[in-house]
């Protein structure tokens, strides 16, 4: 009956949250898809999912649901959106940054090791000519980041060779 609370559910339990810290269009969320992987909210992320929100959508910075999940260490969003046909893992948003510049400079080692496993990319630069290599802020990430670029010019030297293998 008092406008100053209201009632809320969250990860199950209901209970009253102040008026003030729910924004007045609450109602109405543009991309509530995003909003779940910003917030590790699993159960909102599936409904979303259920309801055919599209997983490559971007929001008004150009980020999709996969960079917020990677920004905010929600490795069980994670999981869950690689599940999901033609995810998009190199999206680069306005500034340039992927999922994986995300997550290295957030300094997630486990949610880096998982894209890199998937196949994200790791030349791709941002707007300041950052890889996600340059960004990593812990040496977890930087390691895992290394090792896959020394394992991509490897694999395009193995590659050169064969070719030229071939030829002879």
Not at 76 to 91: K, P, R, S
Not at 111 to 119: Q, S
Not at 126 to 133: D, Q, S, T, Y
């Amino acid at each position: 009956i008092d406008t100053n609370w209201w009632k809320g559910t969250c990860k199950g339990r209901t209970g009253l949250i102040p008026s003030n810290y729910v924004a007045e269009q609450a109602e109405s969320i543009d991309n509530p898809l995003h909003e779940a992987a910003k917030r590790g909210n699993l159960s909102w992320l599936r409904e979303c999912l259920d309801n055919r929100v599209g997983v490559n959508g971007l929001d008004k910075a150009g980020n999709t649901a996969l960079y917020w999940a990677c920004h905010g260490g929600h490795k069980d969003i994670v999981d869950v959106l690689f599940t999901q046909a033609n995810l998009e893992l190199n999206q680069q948003n306005k500034l340039g940054d992927t999922a994986l510049h995300a997550a290295a400079w957030k300094g997630y080692a486990d949610i880096v090791e998982m894209l890199l496993a998937k196949g994200a990319r790791t030349d791709l630069k941002n707007n300041e000519k950052k890889l996600a290599l340059d960004m990593a802020t812990n040496a977890a990430c930087a390691s895992l980041l290394k090792k896959k670029q020394t394992a991509g010019i490897s694999d395009f030297s193995s590659s050169i060779n064969q070719f030229f293998d071939n030829k002879r």
